[in-house]
């Protein structure tokens, strides 16, 4: 497994970005799909948007299409997530996770950075 460390996180105005960095460590972090999710308060936690080891956009939520972008850079095992045009309803806690390439689920979590957006 990896390990995964958040960063990026903060508080922005609405129409604000920011940008989320993700650092694995351990061993064959291009053999692994990567995701970011969301959990708001109250709310069950959701899948934002992925991408897999060869660098393909597998999933982008509807609520953030045309406004986040995931990618990634192997050389320095990191995923990140563009942000822009923030709205209130974004704020969540961000969490990277990882899938091993024959893996069916995400296995490996961060511990989460705060997103705050206000109006």
């Known amino acids: 497994q990896v390990q995964l460390v958040e960063s990026g996180g903060g508080s922005v105005p609405a129409g604000g970005s920011l940008r989320l960095s993700c650092a694995a460590s351990g061993r064959a972090f291009s053999s692994y799909a990567m995701a970011w999710f969301r959990q708001a308060p109250g709310k069950e936690r959701e899948i934002v948007t992925s991408i897999d080891w060869n660098n393909i956009i597998t999933y982008t939520a509807d609520s953030v299409k045309g406004r986040f972008t995931i990618s990634r850079d192997n050389a320095k095992n990191t995923v990140y997530l563009q942000m822009n045009s923030l709205k209130p309803e974004d704020t969540a806690l961000y969490y990277c996770?990882?899938?091993?390439?024959?893996?069916?689920?995400?296995?490996?979590w961060g511990q989460g950075t705060q997103v705050t957006v206000s109006s």
């Open positions: 996770a990882a899938r091993f390439r024959s893996d069916a689920s995400f296995r490996s």
